[in-house]
Every structure is written in C-alpha cells, then in structure tokens.
C-alpha cells in the first residue's frame, strides 16, 4: 500500500514534479494558438500549417495517451514518465529552433507523444505514491495548481510572443524539464512495473490519469500491448485531418487520403474488436449512458477546440489585439472554471448529470454567437467579455458533471479506461474541428494574412460551433440518465483545463459524503 504522505518532505517533492510535469503538456495547449499570427508571418506559411501547428501535436497524443498509461503500468510509472519528460522537452527544442513549418509541424507530432508518455503517468504516481487517506487531498492540490497553469498559459504565452519571440514558447519547456526530470528520479517511488492482465475483455482498471491505465499491480498475469491499435487509430486521425486541411484544394491525392482514413478507422475497429488484449475493448460502449456522453464530450470539445483556434486569431487579426492582449482576454474563462467548478460537480451530484449536461452546452452556444460581436477595433469590456463570461458559466455548468458522469457509467475497475478513452474523444474531436472548420467557412489559406477576410469567414465558422454544441445539448436531454446510487466519483473536483476534460484517477468509490 503507498504510504507517502502529503505533509511529508518526499510528499512535496511528488507534487511538485507532478505539476510541473503535467503543466508542460497543458501549457502547450493553451499558449500555442495565441503564438499563431506570429508564426505564420515568420515562417511565411498559410493557414493550412496553422492548422498543423496545432494539430500534429493531438493526433500523436490522441492516438497513443492509452498506450502510455499502459506502458507505465508495464515498465514503471516513474520512468515512463522521466521519459516523457525529457522526450518532450528535446521535442520542445527542436519545436523552438525549427527553421521551417515543415520542421515546425514534425517536431510538434513528437512533442504529442512525449505528452502521452507523461500525461497519464503524472496523476498515476500521484495515485499509487500517497496514502489513501492523503490521496484525494493531493489530487485536488494537482488538479488546482494545474488549472493556474491553464490560467496563466495564454498570458504567458502572449508576454513571450511580445518580448523574446513566438519561439520561446516552445523553449520554455526545456528548464521546466530539467527541474522536474531530476526530481523525479530522486524523490518519486517508482510504481507499477510489475505484470498484470486485462480486465475482463481486455478492459483496463488502475490508474487512468486522463490516459487511462491499463491494468493492475495487484493482479498476475501478463497482458500484451496494443501497438497496432494505438499506431492504427493515430493513423486514421492523421489521414483525416490530412484529407480536411487539404481538401479545398480538390486533388486526387486529397480523395485517396480520405479513403485511406476511412479504412484505417474501420481497420482499427476491426483489430480492437478481434484482439485478446485491445487498447479499446469496445464492449465497454455497451453501456448507453457511456456511448452518450462520450457524444457529447465529442461535440463540446469539438466547438470548444474550433472557437479557442479561431477566437485568439480573431482578437489579433480582426481585432487588432497584441498576442499579450489576446491571451490576456481569454483569461476569464479558466477563472471561472477555477473559481466554481468544485461547486457546480457537487450540484449535479444533487440534482443529477441530465440539467447540467444540457445548460452547459447550450450556453456555450449563445457565447459562441455573441463573439459574433467582435470585429475591428472591438472593444474589451463590451464585445469580447460578456461571450467570454457566459463562456465560462456554461463550461462552469458543464465539465464536472461530464467526467464524473463517464466515470459513473462503467464499472469501477474500468473507471481508468473510461477517462482515458473520454479524454482522447475529445482530443480527437478538437483537432477535427481545427481541420474542419476553416473548410466549413470558407477560409483561403491566405485568411489570415487579411482582417476583411478573416473576419468574414469567422463569422461563418461560429454559428457552426454552436450548432455542434446545440446538438450535444439535445442528446444530453433525449439520454443521460442519474447514475446509480453507488457510482463512481471523482476524487479531482477542481477543474482548469478548458482545451480537453480534467484528468482523473482511476480506482473509485463511493461518494464519502
């Protein structure tokens, strides 16, 4: 049983470099969309390697976070997640001094796996490091601290634009990664490393950590890696978002690429329903309440990842903001979800997850309209704050209740599983509407080069964004259900992430309360 306790000198130190760790994944997806403008007038690129920029990063990490929760459990906690440490700072470094977007968009693919390797492995050691009786505290404390990270990424990324240059906003990983490597190794128990088996059909309990564990340290056994699945799904993404980005181009090489992404998806389906020990074991949808809500998560996190891509271009080349100001505007937001979040996971406790999961959304869809306000010379207090408020009341309302009800549809030992696959939905869901959208709207690649063009094709893209959200709203309403009494909650109730759903551990109970 772990026995670090939270008050202890080690117990510090496990925290500390967990935070930072998972702070340096989170940052990236929070800092990089405000640095676009300034990279695509450095590299002199068009909108199609914006889209990279952001993209390559989560097709990696989408497509292999299972894997790296699975290969902790496997090889050790501890030194999957050094490895990811490292891994993604050599691939910040080479992200920091690319000296083409091709250079640029390859490095940032790699820094997507190095955040799956250490993303699942820093709430992992969390969980399998600190007494039971000081764990939910902890996870609390990293949930916390993680969120003023989210809070501060966007200022923190606009101050770097403005004053060294977009590049450090890739460099800035690199000394965060030399103070957290080494404490890693010095003061972090290693965990897991032991063998395990699947549960049931391959399902996965232990650990989730947002990428979901893959097994157990209790039990014998030993379970195989899913390496086809993990390289099959990425694959599938990739060529998706290939065929989406290009496809206004119209080519014979845009089609086959689509159809290729089309079999790799069906050829993956087919491998996770066949295999003995599957990344995904898809019995798991069984449960109705599960599929639904991972739909849900499918268009929430598809309009949130279109609106945030596009609004921190919007603020600076329509509105005319400095990356300073544009990443300080979208502050309001994370506030929210810092500040009420705990309190609104505790009401749908009380009044179940079927309200929230419906208001949320559809007040997200009323700000993505009311940014329609914002054009040239917008002013702050009146056009961009009141859709960034009531942006983040319906994300207030929402993201709780979304994890918490995932995690209550399945059975507690698959918990880990759920949140993994939860989170990688919407990882997935996010980079589709970053390749889509532009299509959608009828953006040029030169879009935003121009404020009339821009302008134009982003008041096309919003309504979009809401009609995905309006959606996910009526299938919150027509099928989420209460959970049973007993289900499963989660330890972590504060919430800061507004790019993919808050992590969570993955062994549940019931509600102490």
């Known amino acids: 049983m772990p026995d670090v306790r939270l008050a202890s000198p080690q117990g510090k130190w496990i925290l500390l470099t967990t935070v930072l760790g998972s702070s340096m994944a989170l940052l990236d997806s929070t800092v990089v969309n405000v640095a676009l403008p300034r990279i695509g007038r450095d590299l002199n690129v068009d909108l199609a390697a914006l889209q990279w920029t952001v993209n390559a990063y989560l097709v990696t990490l989408a497509g292999l976070i299972l894997l790296g929760g699975a290969l902790g459990d496997r090889y050790g906690r501890r030194r999957i997640f050094v490895i990811g440490i490292v891994w993604f700072a050599a691939a910040s470094l080479l992200c920091g001094v690319a000296p083409t977007a091709g250079v640029l968009v390859g490095a940032r693919a790699l820094q997507g796996i190095g955040g799956a390797l250490l993303t699942p492995g820093s709430l992992a050691l969390i969980q399998a490091s600190f007494h039971p009786d000081d764990r939910a505290k902890a996870v609390g404390l990293w949930s916390g601290f993680g969120g003023i990270g989210a809070a501060v990424g966007p200022f923190l990324g606009g101050w770097l634009v403005d004053g060294p240059g977009w590049r450090w906003v890739f460099l800035i990983n690199v000394p965060v990664a030399l103070v957290c490597a080494p404490i890693a190794v010095r003061h972090v128990p290693e965990s897991g490393g032991r063998e395990f088996r699947p549960h049931g059909a391959g399902a996965r309990g232990g650990t989730g950590a947002g990428g979901g564990g893959a097994g157990t340290e209790a039990e014998g056994g030993h379970g195989g890696f899913d390496v086809l699945g993990a390289a099959l799904g990425a694959l599938a993404l990739a060529l998706v978002t290939y065929a989406l980005i290009e496809a206004g181009q119209g080519s014979a090489v845009v089609a086959v690429t689509a159809v290729a992404g089309v079999a790799a998806a069906i050829t993956f389906w087919y491998v996770e329903k066949h295999r003995p020990d599957p990344m995904m074991p898809l019995d ?42 544009a990443g300080t505007a979208l502050l309001p937001t994370t506030v929210l979800m810092l500040l009420f979040s705990a309190r609104s996971g505790a009401l749908a406790d009380r009044i179940g997850p079927r309200i929230p999961l419906t208001v949320g959304p559809l007040l997200c869809a009323a700000a993505m309209l009311l940014i329609l306000r914002v054009g040239k ?73 121009s404020a009339d063009a821009f302008d134009a094709a982003f008041r096309r893209a919003m309504p979009w964004c809401a009609g995905v959200l309006v959606l996910g709203a009526v299938l919150a309403f027509a099928a989420v259900r209460r959970p049973a009494p007993d289900c499963n909650v989660p330890e972590c109730r504060t919430h800061g992430n507004i790019t993919s759903p808050p992590l969570d551990t993955g062994k549940r109970g019931r509600d102490p309360r």
């Open 284 to 325: 798991i949808f069984a449960s109705r309440q599960f599929t639904v809500v991972n739909l849900v998560t499918m268009c929430v996190y598809a309009a949130f990842g279109g609106f945030f891509f596009l609004t921190a271009l919007q603020l600076q080349v329509v509105a005319g903001y400095s990356p300073l100001q």
């Open 377 to 449: 010379k917008a002013d702050y207090l009146t056009d961009v704050l009141p859709a960034l408020l009531v942006m983040g009341a319906g994300m207030v309302i929402l993201v709780a209740p979304l994890t918490a009800t995932v995690l209550a549809s399945v059975d507690t030992e698959r918990a880990g599983l759920a949140s993994g696959i939860n989170n990688a939905a919407a990882r997935a869901a996010g980079l589709i509407a970053v390749a889509a959208l532009p299509l959608l709207a009828g953006m040029g690649p030169d879009a935003y080069r």
